[in-house]
């Protein structure tokens, strides 16, 4: 019998509260054969998705050497058979910043403070996994 195949979903964001909060949202899906993966900021997140390849990226879009715009722009370029589902997370929510968002390549726009409920569904949705 094959092996499943594990999942990636990779949480990017500056501040280490954030982190903790989206890793406990999303730690449901581990039960699921889904690795968490943890950067700090967008330079960290291009590497580890060019290295890692993630399915999902939950991104903050605020952060210190590259913002999450920058990044998401960065990953989605990185490889033609290469396209994970973007998430960027933000406080700025804004129907400007939804639009660049959108221009960058993002597949969704989340504003702070989110429900984790609803983000974990979306997550478990895009992974194709079910969770309770």
């Known amino acids: ?25 999303l730690e449901d899906l581990e039960e699921h054969n889904v690795d968490l993966l943890m950067g700090t900021n967008g330079v960290q997140a291009v590497d580890l998705a060019d290295r890692q390849h993630p399915d999902v990226i939950v991104m903050d879009v605020m952060m210190p050497e590259m913002d999450g715009f920058d990044a998401c722009q960065k990953i989605k ?20 910043d939804r639009a660049h968002g959108h221009d960058v390549g993002a ?22 996994v079910t969770v309770s």
């Open 107 to 128: 597949d969704d726009y989340v504003t702070k403070p989110f429900d984790p409920d609803a983000l974990l569904g979306k997550v478990a949705s895009v992974l194709s």
């Open 77 to 96: 370029h990185l490889s033609a058979n290469y396209n994970p589902y973007i998430i960027l997370l933000t406080a700025r929510g804004q129907s400007a």
């Open 1 to 25: 019998m094959m092996p499943m195949s594990t999942k990636k979903v990779l949480i990017v964001d500056d501040e280490a509260y954030i982190r903790i909060l989206l890793e406990q949202t």
